[in-house]
């Protein structure tokens, strides 16, 4: 079956600029996690939704926001762009959701946003 | 909160086996113990996850000891494709939902 998808790959924005990035999972999964990769910080949770509703979030500013769709597609929105925001955006699906950490997480091959 | 602690890098020779500890001294009770690999602009793939005792599946095998406090992944008889990021994670908590990945542990097979 078809992994999971997310668009667009790479993108170039400048400062104070807002973005959407996008991220399909895999059929019958209703778990949408987020993570941004940088090199100094590593993978860090951004948020997680489950059939639409949001469940955590982690230690972002209010600039960075999501959202999930009755087909389990999901998007995130970072507002006010600033250059520490330049990372690898990952996504993750999953059939049961992060509770515990239990389950396989499949993650896309993520969004490179570069900000300039 | 749950944290993981973990090597930074580590070195192998091709053909010989890999163990990478991971520390977790705050792990919940309803926490499992899951290992994935990333390679560079890749996203991270699943290996293996255990909740205690040993679990071993093709390609690794995971110990974890009683106490639960730390967690060792074995790779047997690495090759250089098995050159990537491995990354130790438990849950932040029972009942929780988020996922703590730390920076995780850069291997390095050597011909």
């Known amino acids: 079956k078809a992994g999971v998808t997310q668009t667009p790959r790479y993108l170039i924005k400048t400062r104070g600029q807002q973005v959407t990035l996008s991220c399909s999972p895999i059929?019958?999964?209703?778990?949408v996690s987020w993570y941004q990769q940088t090199p100094g910080q590593g993978l860090q949770f951004l948020f997680e939704?489950?059939?639409?509703?949001?469940?955590n979030k982690g230690n972002f500013p209010g600039r960075f926001s999501g959202r999930q769709f009755s087909n389990s597609r999901s998007e995130m929105n970072v507002s006010t762009l600033e250059l520490g925001d330049s990372a690898l955006y990952l996504c993750?699906?999953?059939?049961?959701?992060?509770?515990?950490?239990?389950?396989?997480?499949?993650f896309g091959e993520g969004s490179r946003l570069t900000v300039l | 909160l749950a944290k993981t602690t973990q090597p930074i890098s580590m070195d192998s020779y091709e053909g010989q086996e890999v163990n990478i500890t991971c520390s977790h001294n705050?792990?919940?009770?309803?926490?499992?113990i899951t290992w994935y690999q990333q390679f560079p602009s890749q996203g991270p793939r699943f290996i293996i996850q255990g909740y205690k005792t040993k679990v071993t599946n093709e390609v690794a095998s995971l110990f974890i000891p009683a106490d639960r406090k730390s967690s060792t992944l074995s790779l047997p008889r690495v090759s250089l494709s098995d050159t990537a990021v491995y990354y130790c994670l438990v849950g932040e908590g029972a009942g929780s939902y988020q996922l703590t990945f730390g920076k995780g542990t850069k291997l390095s097979v050597i011909p």
């Open positions: 059929s019958g999964h209703r778990s």
């Open positions: 993750a699906s999953s059939l049961n959701g992060l509770a515990g950490g239990e389950g396989e997480l499949f």
């Open positions: 939704y489950f059939s639409e509703t949001q469940r």
């Open positions: 705050n792990i919940a009770t309803n926490d499992y």
